[in-house]
């Protein structure tokens, strides 16, 4: 893997019937478990998807086969991998029914959250977490792109959201770029949040250390669109900030 981010993406809906069920394959027995207890079909497929996309992202950038990864819980309940050394990417997952996502990172500490956009949020909803300046939601979009930085941020940290934390504030630095502030004082929180090129039903952002060298791949790309199912079997931009779509990712 470069040095920097990678963002996975993809559209579970997209996926066709073999490419899910190959997906099914490279997941742990717990896993599996997990996925089988999920309903609606849904979020089982998304969660198919995200899992998997995250075992086959770490898999190339480690050099390792995506079945042999093995993860476990760190102290704050997140993620981690096992058996490896202290140079190994750091990675955050997201997902919602229509788009998941997966980032790793080999500069630091990354974080990632997608949601779907949705009519008829209530702005206060965000108050106990993010300090907002006068006229900052205007619109549906507006809140998503903040409640994701937000989500994005903790996750970066290691943390979930909780009133006992700070507040954040984001300082804009370029268009679609923001600086994360910690409200209590204004000083910098040492991440900056991005939002990510996606469909316009969705809301993208990143949390990482540094804007630079953030490189998207688009896993629907890599397989074929699928025919229109009653049942589908898989039951059982270039940007801102330094965001470059990566089309050349597979021809190492």
């Known amino acids: 893997m470069q040095a920097g981010v990678q963002v996975w993406t993809a559209h579970p809906d997209r996926l066709g019937g073999a490419a899910c069920a190959e997906f099914m394959a490279v997941l742990d027995e717990g896993e599996r478990d997990r996925a089988l207890r999920l309903r ?3 979020d089982r497929h998304a969660f198919i998807v995200a899992h998997a996309m995250r075992r086959i992202a770490l898999g190339l950038a480690l050099a390792i086969d995506p079945q042999d990864l093995r993860f ?11 058996g490896l050394n202290r140079n190994a990417p750091t990675f955050s997952l997201s997902r919602s029914r229509g788009l ?16 779907a ?29 903040q409640w994701t930085a937000l989500e994005a941020y903790w996750k970066a940290r290691g943390l979930g959201l909780s009133t006992s934390h700070p507040r954040i ?4 630095l370029a268009e679609d770029c923001w600086e994360v502030l910690l409200d209590d004082d204004g000083s910098p929180a040492g991440m ?21 060298n953030v490189r998207l791949v688009e896993l629907d790309a890599l ?3 699928p025919p229109v199912l009653e049942d589908p079997p898989c039951s059982g931009r270039e940007g801102h900030c330094g965001v470059a779509a990566a089309s050349d990712t597979f021809n190492a």
């Open 40 to 42: 609606p079909d849904a």
């Open 72 to 82: 476990g819980t760190g102290l704050q309940g997140e993620p981690v991998l096992l």
């Open 169 to 172: 504030r984001l300082a804009p």
């Open 117 to 145: 956009v949705r009519d008829g949020v209530d702005e206060a909803l965000l108050s106990p977490y993010v300090a907002l300046g006068r006229g900052a939601i205007r619109t549906e979009t507006d809140f998503y792109v």
């Open 223 to 225: 397989a074929q669109a």
């Open 192 to 212: 900056v949040a991005m939002r990510l090129p996606c469909s316009p039903s969705h809301v993208l952002t990143l949390a990482c250390e540094s804007p630079m």
């Open 100 to 115: 998941v996502a997966v980032a790793i990172s080999t500069e630091g500490a990354v974080g990632i959250d997608v949601e």
